[in-house]
C-alpha cells in the first residue's frame, strides 16, 4: 500500500468516525467509497463507522472487483454507478441520516428536487436532490435509477432509504452531506409555514459562481 493509499485510508477513518459520533449515521449503516487512481477504497459491510480500521477497508480493482481487505459494502452498486455517471467524483457518501432519511419517506417532496433553495449553502455544496423509487439495499436495480439522474446531480435521496452524495474530494462529499442533512432538518421544522426561498435570479447566480463538478 502506498503512503497516498494509507492516508486516504486514515481520512477515510477519520470523516467515518466524525459522521458517526455526530449522529449522522447509527450502528452499522451508512458507507463510504474513495477512488483511487487504479481502483477504490471502500467502507466494509456490515461495519460500523465510528470504529473503522484503515488495514480493514475494503481494496477495489478499477472494476470494482474486491481485491483486499474486508468485504466491502453491499451498497457498491450505487457507488459505482455515482462514479460511472461523475468522472469528476472521488468521493461517495451514503448515510442513513434521519432529517434527508424522513424527506425520503414523505410522499408529497417533489420528486425531482426535495431540498428546496432556502439557504445559499445547500445550491452551493449540494444543488437539487432528486428522489429515486425505492430500491431493496444492495440491489443492482439502483444502477440505472442513478445514473439517470447523476450526470446531472450530485446528490440523490433513496426511496425510503436516505442521502447519497459525491464529491470531488472526500471532505467535500462529506460537508455536501452534512449541508443536506441540515437543510432537511430546516425544511422539516418550517413544513406548514410562509417560507421564503431564494428566487430564480439569486439561484441561477449561485449556481453560477459555485458550480458542483
Known amino acids: 500500500m502506498s503512503s497516498n493509499e494509507e492516508r486516504i485510508c486514515e481520512d477515510i ?5 466524525s459522521l ?7 450502528g452499522s449503516s451508512g458507507n463510504i467509497s474513495v477512488r483511487l487512481d487504479d481502483g477504490f477504497l471502500s467502507t466494509p459491510t456490515n461495519s460500523c463507522l465510528g470504529f473503522l480500521e484503515p488495514e480493514r477497508l475494503s481494496r477495489l480493482d478499477a472494476e470494482g472487483r474486491h481485491i483486499g481487505g474486508d468485504a466491502p459494502t453491499k451498497e457498491l452498486p450505487l457507488h459505482m454507478a ?6 469528476t467524483a472521488r ?19 417533489d420528486p425531482d428536487d426535495a431540498i428546496a433553495p432556502v439557504t445559499p449553502y445547500v445550491v452551493m455544496r449540494v444543488g437539487r436532490v432528486p ?20 450526470s446531472r446531480c450530485s446528490a440523490v435521496l433513496l426511496g ?3 442521502p447519497v452524495v459525491a464529491g470531488t474530494s472526500l471532505e467535500g462529499a462529506v460537508f455536501a452531506a452534512e449541508e443536506l442533512e441540515e437543510t432537511a432538518k430546516l425544511i422539516l421544522l418550517t413544513r406548514g409555514m410562509a417560507v421564503r426561498t431564494l428566487d430564480a435570479v439569486a439561484v441561477a447566480d449561485l449556481e453560477n459562481s459555485f458550480r458542483l463538478r
Open 13 to 17: 477513518v477519520r470523516w467515518s468516525r
Open 20 to 26: 458517526f459520533e455526530r449522529g449522522f449515521t447509527v
Open 82 to 87: 455515482f462514479y460511472a455517471a461523475r468522472p
Open 91 to 109: 468521493a461517495v457518501v451514503h448515510l442513513h441520516s434521519t432529517c434527508a432519511t424522513a424527506l425520503s419517506c414523505l410522499a408529497d417532496v
Open 131 to 150: 428522489v429515486l423509487n425505492y430500491t431493496r439495499p444492495g440491489s443492482a436495480d439502483i444502477v440505472p435509477l442513478i445514473r439517470e439522474r447523476a
Open 160 to 162: 425510503n432509504h436516505g
